[in-house]
């Protein structure tokens, strides 16, 4: 389990301009904000205000997923009416902002804030007026869309991702499944990625976290995923001989290949058991071995962590330098679902200036 030590963050990594595709709205709430609308609307805490922040992290360090998604308990409940999910919305673009982010895609799963009576469209639209509040206060330094998840484990993903497509021009970039891995496989859901894939959309989905190479095998191959939330576990496909070769496997090759988009989260990895420490993850070989690696934070709230956290981790653990933070940040950009011109200046106009200054 991780080990939580402060992680001074370097001046090369403060100024690092940083690309996210993998964080969830409901995983990235301040503690302060959960404290406060519990109190207001009545949602008992486990813990006082001020130990909020560091009970998430510790009942997060379990090395279970579903015991790290049962948390996310007490984030919905104080994201169920109207004004709350404006509220978290421009609070999560503002922190990402002044850690650096440029561009972010959050994802969230409307189906589980509907219980104060918001109709899926009230919720996305709160959080797209949230969004664009966040975006007005940094003053242009920053954009975000939405990636609307639905819950994998239930049946709404047809649903979801009609919503997807229909507000698609209204700050939603995509879709994706979430939630347990193991006993609910990415095909369960093969209407909602056949519809999507008719509809020219976009969609990632969690897979190869909790759970092997077949989820990812059935992600790709059946589902069509344009990206892998996770897919840490392609890493089983990959055996390293004596002399340091790497041999892949042919769906590690495929995705090497295909270049497509590994949505790492280290930190949360660690927690969930999915990597033993940070030194042994396989974002090191993955990188060298030129996999389309981008860096993420999964949930800032239960993994106690920011983007300038999880790279500077890298830059400590694995002799990271300005080369590589340039390397995942166009990655990520590269990869993300905006349309392909609003990529291009992003990275042209934002990413390589900043790190040719930084002597990337
Ligand atoms: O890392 C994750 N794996 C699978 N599901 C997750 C992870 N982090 C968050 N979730 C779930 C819990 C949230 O309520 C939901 C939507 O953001 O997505
Ligand atoms: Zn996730």
């Known amino acids: 389990m991780s080990e939580r030590v402060d992680v001074p963050v370097s001046?090369?990594?403060?100024?690092?301009p940083k690309v996210l595709l993998h964080d969830h709205l409901d995983?990235?709430?301040?503690?302060?904000?959960?404290?406060?609308?519990a109190a207001e609307v009545g949602h008992p805490l486990p813990a006082a205000p001020e130990a909020l922040g560091d009970w998430f992290v510790e009942a997060c360090d379990s090395g279970s997923l579903e015991r790290y998604i049962a948390t996310f308990e007490h984030t919905i409940a104080v994201m169920q009416r109207r004004e709350d999910l404006v509220r978290v919305a421009r609070e999560c673009v503002e922190d990402l902002a002044e850690d650096g982010v440029v561009y972010a895609e959050v994802r969230w799963a409307p189906e589980q804030h509907l219980a104060g009576g918001l109709s899926l469209e009230?919720?996305?639209?709160?959080?797209?007026?949230?969004?664009?509040?966040?975006?007005?206060?940094?003053?242009g330094r920053i954009v975000v869309r939405q990636i609307l998840t639905a819950m994998r484990h239930q049946a709404r993903s047809r649903e979801i991702a009609e919503l997807a497509v229909r507000y698609r021009d209204e700050g939603v970039c995509g879709f994706d499944i979430a939630g347990a891995e193991a006993g609910y496989p990415p095909t369960r859901h093969l209407d909602a990625f056949e519809y999507l894939h008719r509809e020219n959309a976009h969609f990632t989905i969690h897979a190869g976290?909790?759970?092997?190479?077949?989820?990812?095998?059935?992600?790709?191959?059946?589902?069509?995923?344009?990206?892998?939330?996770?897919?840490?576990?392609?890493?089983?496909?990959?055996?390293?001989?004596?002399?340091?070769?790497?041999?892949?496997?042919?769906?590690?090759?495929?995705?090497?290949?295909?270049?497509?988009?590994?949505?790492?989260?280290?930190t949360s990895n660690l927690q969930t058991g999915a990597a033993p420490s940070l030194v042994e993850h396989p974002i090191g070989l993955l990188t060298e071995l030129r996999f389309r690696v981008t860096v993420n934070t999964d949930n800032r709230l239960m993994s106690g962590t920011s983007m300038s956290r999880e790279l500077q981790q890298l830059v400590d653990a694995l002799g990271w330098?300005?080369?590589?933070?340039?390397?995942?940040?166009?990655?990520?950009?590269?990869?993300?679902?905006?349309?392909?011109?609003?990529?291009?200046?992003?990275?042209?106009q934002v990413?390589?200036?900043?790190?040719?200054?930084?002597g990337a």
């Not at 001046?11 to 690092?16: E, I, Q």
């Not at 995983?27 to 609308?37: F, K, N």
């Not at 340091?244 to 949505?263: M, N, S, T």
């Not at 080369?323 to 992003?346: G, H, Q, T, Y």
């Open 11 to 16: 001046d090369l990594v403060r100024r690092a």
């Open 122 to 139: 009230e919720a996305v639209d709160a959080v797209q007026e949230g969004f664009r509040a966040g975006e007005r206060a940094a003053g």
């Open 351 to 358: 990413l390589k200036p900043a790190y040719a200054e930084l």
């Open 27 to 37: 995983g990235g709430l301040r503690p302060a904000t959960v404290a406060e609308i």
């Open 209 to 266: 976290e909790a759970f092997g190479l077949p989820s990812i095998w059935e992600a790709l191959q059946w589902c069509g995923a344009d990206r892998l939330g996770h897919g840490v576990r392609i890493i089983d496909d990959i055996e390293v001989d004596g002399s340091g070769r790497a041999h892949l496997g042919r769906l590690a090759a495929y995705v090497r290949d295909k270049r497509i988009p590994l949505e790492l989260c280290p």
């Open 321 to 348: 330098g300005a080369r590589e933070l340039r390397l995942v940040a166009v990655n990520a950009m590269k990869s993300s679902f905006l349309p392909f011109d609003e990529r291009l200046a992003i990275i042209e």
